[in-house]
């Protein structure tokens, strides 16, 4: 996805803004991860959830819903998992 290089930071911080919409959502860490020979690379996107918010199928297709209506079928993580917590080391930076 040669997309996601060239505007990997725009990319994030537009799929971060639409995944802040979600009362169920506390923070959420959104990357790309390359395969093994580094020709391709797909969105995976990591949900931190309130206490007493449930990771449900539902929760993962408005967001997937709400990502391709507000940017694009090309935003859309390939892979949306429950993370428990996000380190933070006091300063956000993506490379």
Not at 69 to 87: F, G, N, T
């Amino acid at each position: 996805m040669e997309f996601i290089e060239r505007l990997n930071l725009r990319f994030t911080l537009q799929i971060y803004v639409l995944v802040e919409n979600f009362l169920e959502i506390s923070d959420s860490v959104c990357v790309a991860q390359k395969n093994a020979s580094g020709s391709d690379e797909r969105v995976v996107l990591f949900l931190k959830l309130l206490p007493g918010s449930e990771f449900t199928v539902d929760l993962v297709n408005r967001v997937k819903k709400s990502i391709r209506e507000e940017l694009s079928p090309r935003h859309v993580p390939a892979v949306i998992l429950q993370i428990k917590d996000i380190p933070v080391s006091g300063i956000y930076f993506e490379t």
